[in-house]
C-alpha cells in the first residue's frame, strides 16, 4: 500500500520540537554509588566486622587488646565494601550504556517532501510516521491512514491483538479508540501513517516509566547455584570458626596453664582477653571461610568480557542468556542472514515458457515493461528518485528491496494508476497483491512461486500475448534454480478483481518467475561444523522451497550426516507430538516453515529436558525466541523479537552465535576455577588454625593477617580469573549439562589434596627445628626472645605465597600451567600486586601486621616452600590423566 504526505519541513520539525519537546525518554534513575554503599553496609558479612570493629576498639580503650587490631578490621570493612560496591556500580553503568547503544531505533517518516528514516528521539509532534509489520509505535497519536493489527502486550499485559483502522475524522481522532496509536504497541500486521500528538515523557508509556520504581530482579540459575554453594561453606565456616575458638581456649587453659583451676587463677583481664580473642578469631575465620566474593563472582566476569563480547558482536541483554548458552544441546536458526549475507539479488529471471534471463535489459521489451510494472504497482515501499542512477527505496522487505533493485532506473518510474485495493504481504498466505486501475486495470500478485503457479491459467509470451499455461517446462527449470540454493518468487497478473480478503483470483497470467539468492556467509561452514563439534544439534529452519532450503543446508554442513532428517512445515503439522519427539535428533531442516512451527519445536525440545537456542528477527519469531533456554535475536530484527531475547547478535552472523557460547562455557570455567583458588585456601586456613594450638602455636595467623588472606584470596583472586579467555577448545567439549554441579570430583580432589598439604607443610613449617634453623630470631631483629618473629613473619609470607603460587594450578586443567596466560593479564597483574605488596607489607607492617624484615636468604626459602605446591599438583594431575583420562584431551 502506497502513500504519499508531504511531511513538516526542516523549520516545522524546529518549531515543534521548541514548542513539544523531542521524543526523549528520561531515563529511570539508577542506584547511585552512595546508596549502594549503603545497602552493602548492611551485608551479614559486614555487620559481623562492625560487631568484632566495635569489641575490638572497646577492648583496645581499656587495655585488653591492641590498637591496630581495630585498625586491620576497619580497613577490612572499607576494602570490601568498597571494592564491591564500585565493581557492581561500573558494571552496571557499562551495561546499560551498552544496551543504549545497542537499542538506537530509527523511525520511517515523512519529511520536505520524502520518506526518510530518524532515529526514533528525533520524532517531534506532528510528525508523520510509516509503521509496518514488525515495527515499534514510535510516540503516541491517532492513524491517519490504513489498517494495523496492534499487540498492546507491553501497554496493557494482555496478549491478544487490536485492530486499528483510520480516523475519518481527525479533529477527534485521538480520542477514538480504534485510532487511537500508543508508544511501545508492536505492529504485528498492516500498514498505515500515523500522526504524532505526543513525544517522549508526555506519553502514556513515558508517564508510566517515570512512575517505576527498580523492579526487582530474579537471580539466574547460575546465581542461585552459587548462592546455594555459599550457604554450604558458610555452614562449614560457622562450624570450623566454633571449634577453633573452642581449640584456642584450649590451648589456653590445658596446654599453657594446665588446667581450669591454675587457668582461673591469672588475672580477670587477661581471661577476658582471651575469651573475647577467641570470639574476634572465630569471626575472622568467618570472614575468611565464607565466600562473600561469590554472589558478585559473576557480575565482575561478565564486567571484565562485556567488552570482549561486544567486539566479538554479542551484546548480552540478560546474564541467564550468556549462563545457559554454554549448556545449548540444540539451536534452531533461520537461514537468511544468519547462515547467508542476509542481502538477495535477483540471479535469474524465468519466462513461462521456461526461458532464462540473467539480467533485466535482457527480458524482451514487452515483458520486460509488464513485469516493471508489476513490481513497481505492488510493493509497500516508497521510492525517492531524487538521485535516478540510485533511487532510494524505504520501506520495502529484503525480497521485495531485491526485486525492486533488479529494475534498475525503470524503477523511478510513475505510472498513471491508482491503488484499489491490497492485500500486504503475510508469513500465512505468503503472496501479495494489489488492484490498480487507471492506465492499466489489473490485478497484480506476486509471492512464493508453487502458491503463483497454481492459480495461473496462461502466460505472457515475450510479445505479451496470452498463451495456455502448461508447468512441465517451468517446473523443470525451477527445480534447477532450487538445487543451485535460490528463492523462488512467482509474479501474475489478472484482468479478475481481487474478491475477498486474503483470496487470489481464480485465472491468473503468470509473467514469470524470479530466482533470488542470498550468498552463503564465508564463514558459515566453519562456525556450523564448530557448532556440531561442540556437541550442538544444528536445525535451520526457513521459509524456502525444500530443494532450496536441502542444497543450502548441504552447502553450510548441517546435512553432512547421513540419515538425518528434513521435513516441510505441512509434513511437520500432520505429525503428533509424541512422532515428532521420535524424530527430533535426525531433524536437521524444516522447510516452508511456519512462525507456529518454531513455537512448536521449541516446546517439544524442551521436554526432552534439551537446552534449547532459538534465532529469530520478526515479529513472528517473538514467542518462540522468548519460550527457548536461550533466545538470539538478530540485530537488525524487530524490537519485539529483542525485547523476548536475551542476547542479541549485532551482525546476525551465525559466528556470533557460536562466540556466545563459547563465552557461556568460559564463563562457567572461570567461575570453578576461582572455586578451586578459594576453597582450597579455605581448607588450609581452618586447618592451620584449628590444629595450630595442638601443635602449640597459639596464634600462627593474627586476625589483621587473616583478614590480609581473605582480600589476597577473595576480592583480588575475582579479578585475577574473571579474565581468562575464551579458548576455542571448548568447543571441542560436550555441552555443559544444565543441572550439574558447580564442583566437579576433579575440582573436589584439587581443593582436597592441596588444601590438606598445605595445612600439614604449614604446620610443619611452624613447629619444624629444621625450619626454625632456617629463620633464626637475632637478637637485633627479636625483642622477645621466646616468639621467634622472624619465623612468624616467614610464615605468613610463605601462606600467603603458596596461595598466590596456587593460582597457576587453578587456572588450567592440564599440565602448562603457562597456557594462554598473557590473554589474561588482570591474572598477571594480581599475581605480581600480591607478591609485590606482601613483601613491602613485610617491612612496613611491623606491630600492625606482625612482621620484621626477612633476609634476601630467608625469603629464598619461603618461595622454595611455597612453590612446592606446584610439583604437587602436577603430579595430582599426571596420575588423574593416567588412570582417569585427561579432561583437557
Excluded at 379 to 392: F, Q, V
Aim: with cysteine; proline share 3%.
Amino acid at each position: 500500500m502506497k502513500f504519499s504526505y508531504p511531511g513538516l519541513s526542516d523549520q516545522e520539525v524546529s518549531e515543534s520540537r521548541q514548542t513539544n519537546g523531542a521524543n526523549e525518554l528520561t531515563n529511570q534513575e539508577a542506584e547511585g554509588f552512595f546508596a549502594k554503599l549503603r545497602a552493602n553496609l548492611k551485608d551479614p558479612i559486614i555487620v559481623i566486622l562492625l560487631v568484632a570493629l566495635v569489641v575490638t576498639v572497646s577492648l583496645a580503650a581499656l587495655g585488653f587488646a591492641p590498637w591496630y587490631e581495630g585498625l586491620g578490621i576497619a580497613i577490612a570493612v572499607v576494602a570490601a565494601t568498597l571494592i564491591a560496591t564500585w565493581s557492581e556500580y561500573s558494571n552496571e553503568n557499562e551495561f546499560q550504556r551498552l544496551l543504549e547503544e545497542a537499542s538506537i531505533v530509527k523511525v520511517k517518516v515523512y519529511r520536505n517532501k520524502t520518506l526518510t528514516e530518524i532515529f526514533i528521539d528525533d520524532l517531534v509532534v506532528n510528525d508523520l510516521v510509516l509503521l509496518q509489520p514488525g515495527d515499534t509505535v514510535p510516540a503516541d497519536g491517532f492513524l491517519l491512514a490504513g489498517e494495523l493489527v496492534l499487540n498492546e502486550s507491553a501497554l496493557t499485559g494482555e496478549s491478544r491483538t487490536v485492530k486499528k483502522i483510520a480516523s475519518k475524522d481527525e479533529k477527534n481522532a485521538a480520542e477514538e479508540e480504534k485510532s487511537e496509536m500508543s508508544r511501545a504497541a508492536h505492529v504485528e500486521d498492516g500498514e498505515a501513517v500515523m500522526k504524532v500528538l505526543k513525544v517522549g515523557d508526555k506519553t502514556k508509556y513515558g508517564e508510566t516509566l517515570k512512575e517505576l520504581t527498580s523492579a526487582e530482579t530474579r537471580p539466574s540459575p547460575l546465581q542461585e547455584k552459587l548462592a546455594y554453594l555459599g550457604q554450604q561453606i558458610s555452614r562449614f565456616g560457622y562450624i570450623g570458626a566454633i571449634l577453633i575458638a573452642l581449640s584456642f581456649m584450649f590451648n589456653h587453659i590445658f596446654l599453657e596453664a594446665g588446667g581450669w583451676e591454675i587457668y582461673f587463677n591469672n588475672p580477670t583481664g587477661e581471661i577476658i582477653y582471651h575469651v573475647v580473642t577467641a570470639i574476634i578469631l572465630a569471626i575472622i575465620i568467618i570472614v575468611v571461610a565464607v565466600p562473600e566474593g561469590l554472589p558478585m563472582m559473576i557480575a565482575v566476569v561478565l564486567s571484565m568480557n562485556m567488552r570482549k563480547l561486544l567486539n566479538a558482536k554479542v551484546l548480552v541483554r540478560k546474564l541467564l542468556g550468556i549462563e545457559t548458552s554454554g549448556s545449548l544441546t540444540v539451536l534452531f536458526t533461520d537461514k537468511t542472514g544468519t547462515l547467508t549475507q542476509g542481502k538477495l539479488t535477483v540471479s535469474e529471471f524465468i519466462g513461462g515458457n521456461g526461458e532464462h534471463f540473467t539480467s533485466f535489459k535482457g527480458i524482451p521489451e514487452i515483458l520486460r515493461d509488464t513485469v516493471s510494472f508489476a513490481i513497481r504497482n505492488n510493493t509497500p515501499a516508497s521510492i525517492d528518485a531524487g538521485d535516478p542512477e540510485n533511487p532510494k527505496i524505504v520501506g520495502a522487505n529484503p525480497t521485495g528491496y531485491a526485486l525492486l533493485r533488479f529494475l534498475g532506473a525503470d524503477v523511478a518510474k510513475q505510472d498513471d494508476v491508482k491503488l484499489k485495493i491490497n492485500i500486504p504481504f503475510n508469513s500465512a498466505n505468503k503472496f501479495s497483491a494489489s488492484q490498480v486501475e487507471g492506465s492499466q486495470n489489473l490485478t497484480l500478485v506476486k509471492g512464493a512461486a508453487e502458491i503463483v503457479l497454481a492459480g495461473c491459467t496462461h502466460y505472457l509470451d515475450v510479445n505479451g500475448n496470452k498463451v495456455k499455461f502448461e508447468s512441465g517446462e517451468i517446473l523443470a527449470e525451477m527445480e534447477g534454480l532450487s538445487e543451485r540454493a535460490m528463492r523462488l518468487i512467482g509474479l501474475a497478473v489478472s484482468e479478475q478483481d481481487l474478491g475477498q480478503v486474503n483470496e487470489l483470483p481464480e485465472q491468473m497470467t503468470l509473467v514469470g518467475v524470479f530466482g533470488l539468492r542470498d550468498e552463503m556467509r564465508d564463514e558459515s561452514k566453519p562456525a556450523v561444523k564448530t557448532a556440531i563439534k561442540a556437541g550442538i544439534q544444528v536445525v535451520m529452519i526457513t521459509g524456502d522451497a525444500i530443494d532450496t532450503a536441502q542444497a543450502i543446508a548441504k552447502e553450510v554442513g548441517i546435512l553432512e550426516k547421513e540419515n538425518v532428517l528434513v521435513l516441510t512445515s505441512s509434513e511437520l503439522g500432520k505429525m503428533s507430538d509424541d512422532e515428532i519427539k521420535k524424530v527430533l535428533p535426525e531433524l536437521r531442516v524444516v522447510a516452508r516453515a511456519l512462525p507456529t512451527d518454531k513455537s512448536r519445536l521449541v516446546k517439544l525440545a524442551k521436554s526432552l529436558d534439551w537446552v534449547v537456542g532459538m534465532t529469530g528477527d520478526g515479529v513472528n519469531d517473538a514467542p518462540a525466541v522468548k519460550n527457548a533456554d536461550v533466545g538470539f535475536s538478530m540485530g537488525n530484527g524487530t524490537d519485539m523479537t529483542k525485547e523476548s531475547s536475551d542476547i542479541v547478535i549485532l551482525d546476525n552472523n551465525f559466528i556470533s552465535l557460536t562466540n556466545a557460547v563459547r563465552y557461556g562455557r568460559t564463563l562457567l570455567k572461570s567461575i570453578r576455577k576461582f572455586l578451586i583458588f578459594q576453597l582450597t585456601v579455605n581448607v588450609a586456613a581452618i586447618l592451620v588454625a584449628f590444629l595450630g594450638p595442638f601443635f602449640g602455636t597459639n596464634l600462627p595467623l593474627t586476625m589483621t593477617q587473616l583478614l590480609w588472606v581473605n582480600i589476597v584470596m577473595d576480592t583480588l583472586a575475582a579479578f585475577a580469573f574473571s579474565g581468562e579467555p575464551a579458548l576455542q577448545r571448548y568447543m571441542y567439549e560436550e555441552p555443559i549439562p544444565k543441572g550439574d554441579s558447580l564442583i566437579t570430583g576433579d575440582m573436589w580432589s584439587a581443593i582436597l589434596i592441596d588444601g590438606i598439604y598445605m595445612a600439614f607443610l604449614s604446620l610443619f613449617f611452624l613447629t619444624s627445628d629444621f625450619v626454625s634453623e632456617l629463620f633464626v630470631c637475632d637478637e637485633i631483629r627479636c625483642s622477645d626472645p621466646e616468639v621467634n618473629l622472624v619465623l612468624l613473619t616467614a610464615f605468613f609470607g610463605f601462606f600467603v605465597f603458596i596461595n598466590n603460587f596456587n593460582k597457576f594450578n587453578a587456572r588450567t586443567e592440564g599440565l602448562n600451567l603457562f597456557e594462554h596466560i598473557t590473554e589474561n593479564r588482570s591474572f598477571i597483574m594480581v599475581v605480581v600486586l600480591i607478591f609485590f605488596l606482601q613483601g613491602t607489607f613485610t617491612y612496613i607492617g611491623g606491630e600492625v601486621l606482625r612482621t620484621i624484615g626477612l633476609t634476601f636468604e630467608e625469603w629464598g626459602y619461603v618461595l622454595v616452600f611455597a612453590v612446592t605446591i606446584i610439583p604437587l599438583d602436577l603430579l595430582r594431575k599426571f596420575l588423574r590423566n593416567t588412570f582417569v583420562g585427561n579432561p583437557v584431551a
